[in-house]
């Protein structure tokens, strides 16, 4: 949200009330807190008829810090996300003549009394970051004011009127020279967020558009911190899109709360973040595996089902688990959990032989109960779906004709959705595809009286939630595994996510994996995407060069909208020997089977440290500039370095960072420090092994092997 007309004004309309000194300070319990008046006070009367904010700061955990900055103080606050602490952590606070110090451990805050304004945020080594004057900020707009446009919202229904909401308050953090911002959820525009104005908003906008399925208020930056702003409606971010010496941030109301997280690598910085907002969980060793979906709109029956497994077992390319996408069941009748019995009349026999075969199941599912469900009625009878303010049920016909939301604040609702799923998980299905849930409408009334901004975003995690929890208590802890597209801050706790509606191109597959990368930044452990793209046919080449990035990632799944991504439909039988779709789907289906004990630790580690399997070349390699914008490649777990090739020529450039390292495919050794330009083939792309590594495999037949790295020299 921007309100300023360049250095020196305000937008028409925008009446700036900035923090302008600390007027006093104080300790409470085990806050400090600082009176800020909108006004230097230099007389009695400059204390009457202004606005004056309360700000608050205590540390949950070491190394983080809590800013709260509040208006008016009779607000109700909980409008946040769930934020843990260590109750063992005792923060030292301290007040002398100079200003007050809260001492986290590796992060101290520090408040100077008087004027201008100046909190910073200090380590061993210096400032991470300051707010200085004209910092905090709550803004009083005029109707109409020209503010930055409102974030898309659900189609035909307002967000909440967010762009003309009467007031804000925003908080603004220091960029340094050379400073740069990752982060904010999955976002598939430039990795590096300066210059950028986002929207934390979730929408159901594509892989090609600023809009995202999964927002995250949470962002880190090169010089060795992150913050979360712990606002789980609409957060606007202008990351130095305003003040370009900036990141601020803002949202409606009257409280604006945000986290300070010490690094000082983007590895701690995670790890820190993940202890307040949550671990990605254990997923089953073989949710590495190949998925093989139905697709979408396709035509299918248990012969088709079986005539692709077939087909995949004839041509030896392994397979562990099958997807059945959203016509399981019957048509206009999403959700019921009921299969469609003129297409599938004996579904427990089938996922009986599915299993048979060796195979998991998969079924996709969505939080909407149509209007010709045989749920519908009962939903609306128990009070169990989403209601308007005017107590009718909230009701659209975009996606399904006249669906409901399920009311996942109600807990009778929630054990109804459960009680349906787990029918679902007895007759076979293993793991649950969790689509949708970004379109959650605000002109609604929820069965707790929650507050409507804030359930736009807390929907995901409610939804999600419900499945996982079914997943754990029927299949095991370490078992349950989803393929969820919607998420925000501690969604990751419930994996795995893919990357949405992607299209069947280079320039979408690069725009996905850097969707991947901004995830994985944001505290996301696993992450996948459909290989070939969802919409359209890709072209041969485009879906042979996205098999090895799909199957070079921690989680692989074959499937697309109107046509199968089977790969012998993408082969014509005049490709050359080792070229064809068949060839390279089982030349990295293999070496991904092989890499299974390599994978399984790299997720044994994102389970304990929050640091993502797919790692970003920054997270892992901060103190090399070069690293700072790369977003074509990444390190796949902590050993193994990917370039996935963009174009049908198989031309690629990336980067090599310093050290020696070993060709996966050649074994040739070279060292790094540079740019490398190549030309692959469909049967191989960049694969390098760190120095002085080992990494472990499996053979077809399960025995353990190593492949090593070059010893450092």
Not at 34 to 59: E, F, I, K, Q, Y
Request: with cysteine; glycine share 12%.
């Amino acid at each position: 949200m921007k309100f300023t007309d360049g250095f020196w004004h305000t937008r028409p309309g925008v009446e700036a009330l900035y923090a302008q000194e600390a007027r006093d300070l104080a300790v409470d319990g085990d806050e400090l807190v600082a009176w800020a008046p909108t006004r230097v006070v230099a007389t009695r009367g400059d204390t009457l008829n202004r606005p004056m904010l309360t700000v608050s700061l205590a540390s949950p955990a070491e190394g983080v810090i809590r800013v709260r900055i509040e208006h008016h103080c009779g607000t109700p606050r909980d409008v946040g996300f769930g934020i843990g602490s260590d109750a063992a952590h005792r923060p030292v606070i301290a007040i002398d003549d100079e200003g007050g110090v809260v001492d986290a451990g590796s992060l101290r805050a520090r408040i100077r009394r008087g004027a201008p304004w100046d909190l910073s945020f200090e380590h061993d080594g210096g400032t991470y970051t300051s707010s200085g004057h004209k910092s905090v900020g709550y803004m009083r707009l005029a109707p109409g004011a020209p503010v930055a446009a409102e974030p898309a919202g659900v189609a035909g229904i307002t967000t909440t009127g967010l762009a003309t909401a009467s007031a804000y308050l925003h908080a603004q953090l220091s960029l340094g020279v050379g400073e740069l911002v990752y982060g904010l959820g999955e976002r598939f525009g430039p990795l590096v967020k300066n210059g950028q104005t986002v929207d934390v908003w979730n929408a159901d906008g594509g892989t090609s558009s600023e809009q995202s399925y999964k927002n995250v208020p949470f962002y880190l930056t090169n010089r060795g911190y992150g913050v979360l702003v712990n606002h789980a409606g609409h957060v606007s971010f202008e990351v130095g899109s305003e003040a370009v010496e900036q990141v601020q941030f803002s949202v409606a109301g009257e409280c604006l709360e945000y986290f300070v997280i010490a690094g000082p690598t983007p590895a701690e910085v995670l790890d820190r973040y993940t202890r307040l907002t949550g671990r990605p969980a254990h997923v089953p060793d073989w949710s590495y595996g190949l998925w093989l979906s139905t697709s979408f709109t396709t035509d299918y029956d248990e012969d088709t089902v079986n005539a692709f497994i077939d087909g995949m077992a004839e041509r030896d390319i392994p397979l562990e688990v099958f997807h059945f996408d959203c016509f399981w069941m019957r048509e206009f009748h999403w959700t019921d959990f009921e299969w469609d019995p003129a297409v599938f009349p004996d579904p427990e026999g089938m996922l009986s032989r599915l299993h048979d075969r060796g195979l998991r199941v998969s079924a996709w599912l969505n939080p909407y109960i149509a209007q010709r469900s045989k749920l519908f009625r009962e939903g609306v009878e128990h009070g169990y779906l989403v209601r308007r303010p005017d107590g009718s049920v909230w009701q659209w016909d975009l996606w399904q004709a006249g669906m409901a939301l399920v009311d996942f604040t109600n807990p009778e609702a929630t054990r109804w959705f459960q009680d349906h799923l787990r029918g679902l998980l007895a007759q076979g299905v293993d793991a649950i595809k969790t689509d949708f849930g970004e379109r959650i409408p605000i002109d609604v009334a929820w069965h707790d009286g929650s507050d409507p901004e804030a359930m736009h975003h807390r929907y995901t995690q409610l939804y999600n939630r419900a499945v996982f929890d079914v997943l754990e208590e029927v299949r095991g802890p370490g078992e349950a595994v989803l393929f969820a597209r919607s998420a925000t801050a501690g969604g990751q706790s419930m994996p795995v996510h893919w990357g949405g509606d992607n299209s069947s191109t280079f320039t979408s597959m690069a725009e996905s994996l850097r969707g991947g990368l901004s995830l994985a930044l944001s505290g996301f452990g696993y992450w996948s995407h459909d290989i070939g793209g969802f919409e359209g046919d890709p072209d041969p080449a485009v879906f042979k060069r996205w098999l090895a990035f799909g199957l070079l990632s921690s989680h692989s799944r074959l499937h697309g909208s109107t046509s199968y991504r089977v790969p012998w439909a993408f082969d014509t039988g005049e490709e050359a020997p080792g070229q064809s779709a068949v060839e390279v789907a089982r030349a990295f289906a293999k070496l991904k089977a092989s890499l299974r004990p390599y994978l399984v630790a790299a997720g044994d580690e994102a389970h304990r440290t929050g640091r993502p399997v797919m790692r970003p070349m920054q997270l892992e390699f901060p103190e090399d500039p070069a690293t700072g914008y790369l977003d074509r490649q990444y390190l796949l777990g902590p050993s193994l370095l990917v370039a996935p090739v963009f174009s049908a020529s198989g031309e690629v450039d990336y980067y090599l960072p310093a050290g020696r390292w070993t060709n996966w495919f050649t074994r040739e050794v070279v060292e790094g420090g540079g740019w490398r330009r190549e030309v692959h083939g469909f049967d191989t792309v960049p694969l390098w092994i760190r120095e002085g590594v080992v990494v472990p495999v499996v053979d077809e037949d399960g025995r353990a092997g190593e492949v090593r790295g070059a010893e450092a020299s």
